[in-house]
């Protein structure tokens, strides 16, 4: 089973739509593991939504979360005790998974362990998910190097919205990361999005 982890350089950049056009272009399960903020609805059915293949499978979360906040601050107010030993891949023998994580690498899911433990744990390919806004430069790089420090294989970046040539070509110039694909900002995502989208992601 191949195993890849999405993960971003913050909150909000493009992580479970990436992921659903990974899903797609590929054939692939997905998994969120923590999901955080379910009260109102979860990566995983936005995922579900979004796919128009028939052999991808959801897999459920090990932990979901009502509130919207860091996953070691909401479970604490849920009284959840968030155990990374619980945290197992589900079972999809001969298949891609696609793994989302939770806001960026240093997310804590308790107050020890952090995603990027869970992708080290998981021994997953990375994707980062970057997105051109004041900062990002800075933010890409920390996470480049985060994923590099602890041995991680970055199989490459993904850049959202409005493209900022220099900004992107500094990053790539000094993180020495492929960049995979460009995704613009759509006025809608649906599933002739991320179908448009696809082909960009079939060849990683």
Request: aromatic content about 6%; hydrophobic content about 40%; charged content about 20%.
């Amino acid at each position: 089973m191949r195993k890849i982890f999405v993960t971003g350089i913050g909150t909000d950049v493009g992580k479970t739509v990436i992921s659903a056009m990974l899903v797609e272009a590929l054939k692939a399960d997905y998994w969120k593991p923590v999901q955080s903020g379910s009260f109102f609805s979860t990566d995983s059915a936005t995922i579900k939504n979004l796919i128009s293949n028939e052999v991808s499978v959801i897999h459920p979360e090990s932990y979901s979360l009502k509130e919207h906040k860091s996953p070691h601050e909401a479970a604490a107010n849920e009284n959840v005790i968030i155990d990374p030993n619980k945290i197992i891949l589900p079972a999809c023998k001969n298949k891609t998974l696609i793994i989302e994580g939770a806001g960026g690498l240093l997310v804590p899911l308790t107050d020890d362990f952090f995603i990027i433990d869970l992708i080290k744990k998981f021994d997953a390919e990375v994707v980062v998910v970057t997105q051109n806004y004041l900062g990002s430069i800075n933010h890409t790089l920390l996470t480049v190097d985060a994923l590099k420090n602890r041995g991680l294989n970055i199989v490459g970046l993904v850049f959202c919205g409005s493209p900022h040539v220099p900004s992107e070509n500094i990053v790539l110039k000094f993180s020495g990361v492929p960049r995979i694909a460009h995704v613009t900002k759509e006025d809608k995502v649906d599933k002739a999005t991320i179908l448009k989208y696809a082909k960009s992601f079939e060849n990683i």
